[in-house]
């Protein structure tokens, strides 16, 4: 016991020994998807916990491995497989033209931090866990890199992430969408609601204010002529829905609990601040892949405090 942290101890201890209290079907949903955060963490680190024989009669079943790594190395495999995969689809329905370079981009934008959260829970529950997560997007940032400085040319993956079809366009917005990706992960991971939040915000909310912008965007905000009323009050709503379906995502599978009428509040408020900063006219020096994740982690740090 004594390597372990205290902070990561209590927290094992807490629920190998707490009692699930949501509903039955909901336990049944989470044991049968094996997503159940409470039921593998009985069945695996339990030699951390300083309980009875009752909880060590676990640890047999994981004795020859460090307890998660199988799990943890299956779905990192599957994130990466995953990532190479869904930017490879866009790049085939754009060369087939089913997909306009700037929407196969802009929707690659919204869905791969997502994809990327939404896996979080399929790790193990253990303190190592979040190292297999974060080379997910570290092993992005280093292929985003290595093809804009062109020490290696994947053409298919600069067309499909770049907006003029030049490598060196990788090592900024895109590298910072990685980046930022990484750094919620290494900073928030899956207990508590400020990495993830950000994540959406930046991910949903700014990709659709792109999306519908463009298509939607005929009224322009009067301190910014490059950005509109329909792209910034999408960016808003979709940044605030995503957030809270996240939050209800995480803490159904039992990972933290939430006030709602706070949570509530709480995200309108960043989702809120994070719309006006992206509307802001400084993208030409600060990128939104930085402005708006970053903005989101500062106030959410200060709202959600209770839950750091
Ligand atoms: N609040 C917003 C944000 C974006 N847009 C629309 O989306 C386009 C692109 O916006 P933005 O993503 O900020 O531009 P870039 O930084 O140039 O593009 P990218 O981030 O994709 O590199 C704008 O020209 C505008 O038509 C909008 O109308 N309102
Ligand atoms: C075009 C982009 C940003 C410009 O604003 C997005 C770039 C996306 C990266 C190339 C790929 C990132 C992949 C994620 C880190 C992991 C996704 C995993 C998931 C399972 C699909």
């Given at each position: 016991m004594a390597s372990v942290p205290n902070t990561v101890y209590k927290h094992l201890h807490h629920l190998c020994t707490s009692e699930d209290s949501r509903p039955n079907s909901l336990q049944r949903l989470a044991t049968r998807s094996s997503l159940s955060y409470k039921a593998r963490i009985v069945a695996a680190p339990c030699k951390w916990c300083s309980g009875g024989p009752q909880q060590r009669s676990h640890v047999h079943i994981c004795s020859s491995l460090p307890p998660g790594i199988g799990q943890d190395i299956l779905y990192t495999g599957a994130g990466f497989a995953g990532a190479y995969a869904w930017v490879r689809i866009f790049d085939i329905l754009g060369e087939m033209g089913l997909l306009e370079q700037n929407l196969s981009r802009k929707l690659i934008h919204v869905s791969t931090g997502l994809l990327y959260v939404l896996i979080w829970p399929?790790?193990?529950?253990?303190?190592?866990?979040?190292?297999?997560?974060?080379?997910?997007?570290?092993?992005?940032?280093?292929?985003?890199?290595?093809?804009?400085?062109?020490?290696?040319?994947?053409?298919?993956?600069?067309?499909?992430?770049?907006?003029?079809?030049?490598?060196?366009?990788?090592?900024?917005?895109?590298?910072?969408?990685?980046?930022?990706?990484?750094?919620?992960?290494?900073?928030?991971?899956?207990?508590?609601?400020?990495?993830?939040?950000?994540?959406?915000?930046?991910?949903?909310?700014?990709?659709?204010?792109?999306?519908?912008?463009?298509?939607?965007?005929?009224?322009?905000?009067?301190?910014?002529?490059?950005?509109?009323?329909?792209?910034?009050?999408?960016?808003?709503?979709?940044?605030?829905?995503?957030?809270?379906?996240?939050?209800?995502?995480?803490?159904?599978?039992?990972?933290?609990?939430?006030?709602?009428?706070?949570a509530a509040w709480s995200i309108t408020f960043i989702s809120l601040l994070a719309t006006v900063v992206e509307s802001l006219p400084i993208s030409n020096f600060l990128d939104d892949n930085i402005s708006v994740p970053l903005v989101s982690i500062i106030m959410g740090m200060v709202l959600f405090s209770d839950l750091l």
């Open positions: 399929f790790f193990s529950p253990t303190p190592w866990s979040r190292l297999f997560a974060i080379s997910i997007p570290v092993a992005n940032a280093i292929r985003l890199a290595v093809n804009g400085f062109g020490i290696f040319k994947d053409e298919g993956f600069v067309k499909s992430i770049s907006r003029g079809g030049t490598s060196g366009e990788l090592l900024r917005g895109p590298l910072y969408y990685a980046l930022a990706l990484t750094c919620c992960t290494v900073c928030f991971w899956r207990d508590s609601p400020v990495g993830m939040t950000a994540i959406a915000i930046m991910c949903g909310g700014d990709g659709v204010a792109d999306i519908i912008g463009r298509h939607f965007g005929t009224v322009k905000l009067p301190y910014n002529s490059s950005k509109s009323w329909a792209g910034s009050m999408s960016m808003f709503g979709v940044g605030c829905v995503l957030s809270l379906s996240l939050v209800k995502y995480f803490s159904t599978l039992g990972f933290y609990s939430v006030d709602w009428t706070h």
